[in-house]
């Protein structure tokens, strides 16, 4: 089974894909894929080099967040290479349960992939103390990270299962994994 978890920044996607992988789960994590890419990818690097005129994330960062053209357009560079990731990773993973843990969720390559789609939704008060402790940065700068994501609703439209994250611990998330294993795996996991 292909298990996607998406949802804005901050909303507890990554912990979860920590416990799923406890639980014996094999993780895609799009982000440090992205970050590998983006240090790592000859064709990539060039690709944003042309647009954006510099390989510095920070300054790339700045560039984008408040421009959604831009935005889109290191999008549409850099996903295709992130898709290509997914599926050699599911590919080199056949009959394994799989964890796709991707903040965008891209049409082809994650929705037409996964066989159920989980999505972490957290208040919008969490999701700034989570981004301005683990980035140390200031609130406006977390409001604007989460503002330059997709919104909150589309993602609910995607959704499977709507996981709220603002009042969890991991003993939730745990109980959380053994609901879904209980009826969607049905002891099929290896």
Known sequence: M???ITGQTATGKSTLSNIFKKNGYLIFDADKAYNLLFTEN???QQEILKEFNTLDKKNILKTVMHNPELLEKLNLITHKYVIHQINAFINDNKNRNIVLDVPVPVE???INTADIIIVTVASKEIQIA???????INKDQAVDRINMQMKWENYLEIGD????TTDTDENDLISFIKIFENTYIKGNKD
């Not at 989570?130 to 140390?136: E, G, H, V």
């Not at 299962?161 to 709220?164: P, Q, R």
Request: charged content about 20%.
């Open 42 to 44: 000859h064709n990539m």
């Open 108 to 110: 082809k390559g994650f």
């Open 2 to 4: 292909i298990i996607g």
């Open 161 to 164: 299962i709507i996981l709220n």
């Open 130 to 136: 989570r981004l301005t402790k683990r980035y140390s």
